[in-house]
């Protein structure tokens, strides 16, 4: 080379990035078109607003929302037995898990919350005879009705989660556990599970998420979740569009706050490893 | 209880009468017979596959065994003998009986989740039942003792493979321990590694610890084992002090291992 060349002293030019700006520029026409629709559609969004804070409307959001909890509470409880459960050496408790798994796993939840719900056509009283005895359509209210079949139902399913958790946690961590003189009970509540828990959040969280929608499902036994407060509503205005509208706005809401929430819980969970939510 | 030499006069820390274990059809141990006194560093070598770190993790029982029995400090290990019969201990009393011992895996395994310094003071805290704060001083002291008292509040993530293990040597310890069992402890080490490793282990035996250790490292099981034992396909092959046994090996297995192996190292 007959001149010597500087390389610090050249320029470094951004990459361009042309597929991005015409991306953005396709979405920006398809939002505008969408908006433009709906604006000028045959939709009334006054009263959409009206009934935004009605109070039929917030009742049925309080226990879509308590619903929720009460079921994931349910199917956690339910779901960390299980787990446990499988993951044990005793042949009885793993085979009771995989049956309980397979059996909610396998109904369809509209079912599961039919079949419930209907329990005294099979069981026209519930209890121990001689001792305590109920009518069923007393103790059976939608309400209960539903915790049984949705937490029943997440059960199953938050079993797996936890499960795929603690086979991906190391078997060294088992091995030193014990080696330091701990039980199996203090092995899983202090090193397996808080390790598990990392796992675990992601795909639990999407079943919260979905779980808070299924409870609109509880609405055909006539429980009154936002959905049906949306929809005795429009029984008797007749403006179903403006009042679908209203539990989709309340859904949303809803969903956003968890996602928000399992994000925090993803950073403390995350913590010691470098690649968790915090960093 | 039985003895495998006819001293009666100490207690030995480990006896082990003939022990065996089976894989499948693979002998991993066969009648592996030996004693380990208060206060005596035995080294295990041997080729992989020969039993060594099986009948380490016998001892602590992370591993069962088939026949023959162990005992720690006069206590007999996983049974309970009724009359002529040997009755398994539970998952609890099985628990108490490994607090006597700490174990140093080849791989650290120190809780991810956990700081240093809380992966010292889960145990005391969690299997003790002795309270945070008053363990806390107690931890200190052991971190500062392997040269990591800077490091309590780092994770492990946070640490060279060197830092990890003498924080794990240090989680040992925590329990009080009346026996080390070091598994390969610096096998998945960095070359440059090693040394700090070694100094924490020489440290540790030099203030008497009883320690049975599983290693590669043939010049440490010269300079600190007080006896050197060579295993090969599940069998002791050879028990000496450790100069007798590396430098003037009885045997053509011994003999055959410990060239290839200085010759390798």
Redesign the interface.
């Known amino acids: 080379m007959a001149e010597e060349l500087d390389i610090a002293r050249l320029r470094h030019v951004r990459r361009p990035h042309f597929g991005r700006i015409a991306a953005i520029v396709a979405i920006l026409i398809v939002a505008f078109l969408l908006v433009r629709a709906f604006a000028h559609g045959k939709i009334d969004w006054a009263t959409t607003w009206e009934f935004l804070f009605w109070p039929t409307i917030l009742w049925g959001l309080f226990n879509t929302v308590w619903m929720s909890f009460v079921c994931m509470a349910v199917g956690i409880a339910i779901g960390l037995a299980c787990a446990v459960a499988h993951a044990s050496t005793n042949p009885v408790l793993k085979g009771a898990a995989i049956f309980y798994a397979w059996f909610f796993r396998g109904a369809p939840v509209i079912l599961q919350l039919l079949i419930w719900f209907n329990l005294a056509l099979v069981f026209p009283t519930l209890g121990i005879p001689g001792l305590f005895e109920f009518k069923t359509v007393v103790v059976i209210t939608p309400a209960v009705a539903t915790i049984l079949s949705l937490g029943l139902n997440e059960g199953a399913y938050v079993s797996e989660i936890i499960r795929s958790g603690m086979l991906g946690v190391d078997r060294g961590q088992y091995e030193a556990a014990k080696a330091m003189g701990m039980t199996n009970g203090t092995a899983l509540r202090r090193i397996i599970l808080p390790q598990a828990m990392r796992i675990v959040v992601p795909p639990l969280g999407n079943e919260f998420i979905g779980l808070v929608k299924m409870t609109a499902l509880a609405s055909i036994i006539g429980f009154g979740d936002v959905v049906r407060s949306a929809q005795d509503i429009y029984y008797s205005n007749a403006k179903v569009i403006e009042l679908l509208m209203v539990p989709t706005f309340w859904f949303l809401v809803v969903v956003t706050v968890l996602t928000l929430g399992q994000r925090v819980l993803e950073r403390r969970f995350g913590r010691g490893f470098g690649t968790g939510g915090a960093r | 209880m039985t003895r495998a030499d006819g001293n009666s006069s100490v207690t030995p820390v480990v006896s082990a009468v003939k022990v065996g274990k089976k894989f499948g059809g693979h002998q991993a141990l066969a009648d592996v017979t030996m004693d380990v006194m208060p206060g005596e560093v035995v080294c295990i070598i041997g080729p992989s596959g020969s039993g060594k770190t099986t009948f380490l993790r016998c001892i602590?029982q992370?591993e069962s065994f088939d026949s023959g029995g162990l005992w720690l400090d006069g206590e007999l290990l996983g049974y309970r003998r009724v009359g002529e019969a040997l009755h398994p201990l539970s998952?609890?009393e099985i628990?108490?009986q490994?607090?006597k011992?700490?174990?140093v895996?080849q791989?650290f395994?120190?809780?991810?989740?956990?700081?240093a310094l809380e992966n010292v003071t889960?145990?005391p805290v969690?299997?003790l039942r002795r309270r945070r704060d008053e363990v806390h001083d107690a931890a200190m002291l052991l971190l500062d003792r392997v040269g990591l008292a800077h490091k309590a509040g780092a994770?492990?993530?946070e640490l060279s493979g060197g830092q990890q293990q003498r924080i794990a040597i240090a989680?040992?310890l925590a329990?009080q321990p009346k026996l080390m069992l070091f598994d390969e402890p610096t096998s998945a080490l960095d070359p440059e590694l090693v040394g700090e490793v070694l100094a924490v282990m020489r440290d540790l035996a030099s203030s008497g610890m009883t320690m049975i250790v599983v290693t590669h490292e043939l010049g440490f099981a010269r300079e600190v084992g007080d006896r050197v034992v060579f295993m090969d396909q599940g069998r002791v092959v050879e028990t000496g002090t450790a100069a007798e046994l590396m430098s003037d090996p009885k045997e053509v297995r011994t003999r055959n291992f410990l060239k290839t192996a200085f010759t390798r190292g």
């Open positions: 602590n992370l998952d609890k628990a108490g490994r607090r011992t700490g174990m895996f791989r395994n120190l809780f991810p989740h956990m700081t889960e145990a969690q299997v994770y492990p993530s989680r040992a329990m």
